[in-house]
């Protein structure tokens, strides 16, 4: 687990608002190998081969196919430093194989994926994205189902169940204030406070968190979700984008409270 600096307590502080916190997993996935010509197989075709033998045959001759192509190609949206902490795991197992990791936003990788899939590259083996990006690729058939031998070990709802996506974090949603206009006294006790007119103009939203919206969708219904960003936005929220910088300019009294900031936890 990776573990979160606070902000200075006298400046910013950071509250749970819903006795159920939203977690959001980072899809992993195989993408399919599959090649134009007729001849070659998809990677989940490739693992077909495997699923006959036993767990410690299994791993030898996956260990041994690793070593033989030496690299794998690393598609994600996480910082650099979290990859390094995958990586490092991954090495330590597996000094043989290379991991090249290519980092962007969710919506230029879901293009960069798409584009290279139309155009005939097939250079990526795995990917990392959230809620509905992952879901555009796998609706488009470009993920390959794949078990670890570990697979039996990952708790229920951390792994897709036919296979195709398993969480690597989870995204705990929470909301920071700072503490120089906001007392403990007058902190909202849940979110539906936050749309008291006393909050108005002073709120920070992050206009591209989808994710956000859709644990709220889960806990809520899809309905009442829309009808509180719709009265959310009546109060004209500060909408922005990027964590880091968020919670700068919340320390330095930009506006008073950020909604849907994320506190990663690696599993």
Known sequence: MRHVSRPRPTTTRTKRLLM?????VCIIAFLAAQSYAASEKTAGEVLKRYSRLSLEERRRALEAGAKQEGVVAFYGTIGAGEAKILIESFHKRHPYVSVRYTRSGTSPLLSRILAEYRGGKRDVDVINLT????F???????????????????????????????AVEQDLHVVGYNTRFVSPASLPRSYHDLLDKRWANSVSLDQTDE?????????????KAVEFVRSLMQLQP???????????????GEFSIALNRQVTRHR
Request: net charge negative; aromatic share 10%; hydrophobic share 45%.
């Open 136 to 166: 555009v690729v796998m609706e488009r058939g470009l993920v390959d189902p794949y078990f670890s031998s570990e697979s039996s070990m990952i708790q229920s709802g951390l792994m897709h169940p036919k296979g195709l996506w398993v």
């Open 211 to 223: 994710d956000w919206l859709q644990g709220l969708a889960n806990e809520w219904g899809e309905a």
């Open 238 to 252: 500060k909408l922005q984008r990027g964590p880091s910088l968020r919670a700068q300019l919340l320390a330095a």
């Open 131 to 134: 809620g509905a990006t992952a």
């Open 20 to 24: 159920h916190p939203y977690f959001v």
